[in-house]
């Protein structure tokens, strides 16, 4: 261990381990005469050893390499052979990219597997894991069985790609995440191979590449109702396929812990084994907010030990279920540690987990919430920056119906709360939004969880039932879970709303809002008795040395996270939002690398077609010493008008001042269920 002591949240740095590594970059061949970039880091031993996978589209030779760092060569000092494969058409990969979760991306999983437990150096039992893509595609290729793969731990990801992506939310339209994350892709795939690693041919796989670029967003739109393509790829439609063993893990403060709580309920109990933290949409172990962090590393390989080199080590006596039920904490944008204790339940649906009804009180509202309400929801995929989590919700709650229930002793809250909402709808469109907000004794209201229904998906997500204007009826539909405990003394507050943005893009019409029946409506909390369900504890976060990049300060300084200006004459309201995936990193084999993205979200407090979503993208990378300098350049828009989404789409790409590829895309999208 190195001789200092971390902060609470940061991990110990290690560089001693039993076994030495080595590292190498080679190629995997495919059947098709496909070659994939990867990345090997082994342990220095004459004896095969099981193979660890992490497989997904984003660079290992640059943009995940200083994460890569802090755990592939950790893995291999303790035994195994750590691998990170580019996906066919990212990267220093060859061949042309192809959608999100393609049959061609699993099925060359499948060969990758399969040639990895091949090799003299592998004991022919393989892992995979991941977080987000990664997380995603092992649970794809686990559910497609091949015979090697004996374990994965998939981490932030998302068994249901229609309902519990970036797409759609309650089968509605994510304005959030479904633009901001294709036009993320859309800079992402552009981007050229890097010559330190295929050579001179690296233009001319550039060329190629981008000569079969299509947005993903025109994809996503072209279904918005949960039809084939979304079946494709979520393991949700059959869980039995899955043979390997699951490790699920989730934050409570990432959109897809859902997930876990799923697959905990419908994988066996010899098979998975869930841990929910407080987390966001990063692994346990980086010390990024809200904490606190755990050693990851370490219970991770434990689940190895267990399933690719037969160790009795305990790992399948822990509970089902590890969560973690965090305290009543005042509202904040970001918490470097958020208090509260590590529960265990045996099974999931949990023993220990009620329902308790909160029937709705009072007379009947009209719910008519303005168009911007919304802009406190905070980020939807928070990656521990300053500004991520959701402010102070009394802003919001202003705009909203409110119904609020004392909590005269302490409530404990572990799972999926679900709503039932009387409604009376005067057109045929629209979304209902429920969130479920901590309200303290000093009038703070905090965030707890929310869900979304859109009206034309309360039969199911994948029917389009347009509402009966004037009709009356009673809705139901779950909240995101969460675990949290309500002190006495405060309140629980249901806020409903009939907008959200920029989380979701309004229908129609929607304006008219709704009217509420409080008779027959209620707000159901999954409550957690006093059983402990076991001591739970982890141990400190640990990682193996950091690659050595160098984040170098601009000279103008950081542009606020998220910027809300408003024109108050007009009643229009924007909002400028800075991802801050990694700005400008300097790397020690000499590569610089510069992305700059900046998001805009605009829209009349009064107007639903008034809706608009921006993405700008600048990546540059650069090779001084070799000459190099690769510039990337994308812009992309969506507008609506009541029958179609309209979008246009740019990208520029120019090897030094020479422009290799200009493209501009227009699509005019009919809104169907959207």
């Not at 990219?97 to 091949?118: C, F, I, K, R």
């Not at 789409?649 to 009919?670: K, L, M, Q, Y």
């Amino acid at each position: 261990m190195t001789p200092t002591t971390p902060q609470p949240n940061s991990p110990t740095i290690r560089t001693e381990f039993p076994f030495g590594t080595v590292r190498e970059d080679i190629r995997v061949p495919l059947s098709d005469g496909t070659t994939l970039f990867a990345r090997v880091w082994r342990p220095v031993t004459d004896d095969p050893v099981p193979v660890l996978l992490e497989y997904l589209p984003y660079r290992a030779s640059d943009w995940t390499a200083p994460r890569d760092w802090q755990r592939h060569p950790w893995y291999a000092g303790h035994g195994y052979a750590s691998v990170r494969v580019d996906v066919r058409g990212h990267g220093n990969s060859e061949g042309m990219p192809t959608d999100e979760y393609s049959e061609t991306e699993l099925a060359d999983g499948v060969e990758v597997v399969n040639w990895l437990a091949a090799q003299p150096w592998s004991s022919g039992k393989v892992g995979m894991f991941g977080i987000s893509w990664g997380g995603f595609n092992s649970l794809q290729i686990a559910a497609l069985a091949p015979e090697p793969l004996k374990a994965i731990v998939t981490v932030c990801s998302a068994d249901d790609r229609y309902d519990n992506d970036v797409h759609y939310m309650g089968g509605s339209v994510l304005a959030v995440d479904m633009h901001a994350w294709a036009a993320t892709m859309l800079a992402f795939v552009s981007r050229p191979p890097d010559p330190q690693y295929v050579g001179d041919a690296w233009k001319d796989m550039w060329t190629k590449r981008l000569d079969t670029v299509d947005p993903f967003i025109h994809t996503w739109l072209d279904h918005q109702t949960r039809d084939d393509y979304w079946r494709h790829g979520s393991v949700c439609e059959d869980y039995s396929a899955i043979k390997a063993g699951v490790l699920a893990v989730g934050g409570w403060h990432d959109p897809y812990r859902d997930t876990v709580l799923r697959l905990a309920e419908h994988l066996p109990d010899e098979q998975m084994r869930g841990i929910i933290g407080p987390w966001s949409h990063q692994y346990p172990d980086r010390g990024l907010p809200p904490g606190p962090a755990i050693g990851f590393l370490q219970e991770t390989l434990r689940w190895w030990d267990h399933w690719l080199k037969g160790d009795e080590n305990g790992v399948m006596q822990e509970p089902k279920l590890r969560s973690y039920i965090s305290d009543s904490h005042p509202p904040a944008t970001v918490y470097e540690q958020l208090p509260g204790r590590w529960v265990g339940e045996p099974s999931w649906p949990s023993p220990n987990v009620s329902p308790v009804r909160y029937a709705l009180q009072g007379p009947a509202q009209i719910v008519r919430s303005p168009q911007h309400t919304g802009l406190d929801a905070g980020r939807f995929f928070p990656f521990g920056n300053d500004a991520d989590l959701p402010p102070d919700q009394r802003e919001e709650d202003a705009k909203s119906a409110c119904f609020e229930f004392e909590v005269p002793q302490d409530v404990q809250v572990l799972g999926r709360p679900r709503v039932t909402l009387r409604l009376t709808c005067p057109v045929e469109r629209g979304q209902v939004v429920a969130r479920v907000c901590d309200v303290a004794p000093d009038g703070s209201s905090t965030l707890v969880t929310r869900g979304v229904l859109n009206l034309s998906s309360r039969h199911g997500r994948d029917q389009n039932v347009p509402w009966e204007p004037g009709a009356t009826e009673d809705v139901t539909f779950d909240l995101n879970g969460i675990g949290h405990a309500f002190p006495a003394g405060h309140r629980i507050r249901l806020a409903v709303s009939s907008a959200y943005w920029p989380w979701i893009w309004p229908q129609a019409g929607s304006e008219a809002g709704f009217t509420l029946d409080p008779v027959g409506s209620a707000l159901e909390l999954p409550v957690r008795g006093a059983e402990p369900g076991g001591d739970i504890a982890f141990a400190g976060p640990e990682q193996s040395e950091p690659l050595g990049v160098v984040y170098p300060e601009t000279l103008e300084g950081p542009r606020p996270e998220r910027l809300v200006v408003r024109d108050v004459a007009a009643g229009e309201w924007r909002m400028e939002v800075d991802p801050r995936y990694g700005g400008t990193r300097l790397y020690p084999d000499g590569l610089e690398f510069t992305e700059d993205a900046l998001e805009t979200y605009v829209i009349n407090e009064s107007d639903p077609l008034s809706a608009r979503t921006r993405s700008d993208w600048t990546i540059r990378l650069h090779r001084p010493d070799q000459g190099w300098d690769a510039h990337v350049e994308t812009h992309s828009e969506i507008t609506c008008t009541e029958s179609e989404f309209v979008t246009s789409s740019e990208v520029i790409c120019r090897d030094g001042d020479e422009v290799v590829f200009h493209r501009t895309w227009e699509r005019r999208i009919p809104r169907t269920a959207g």
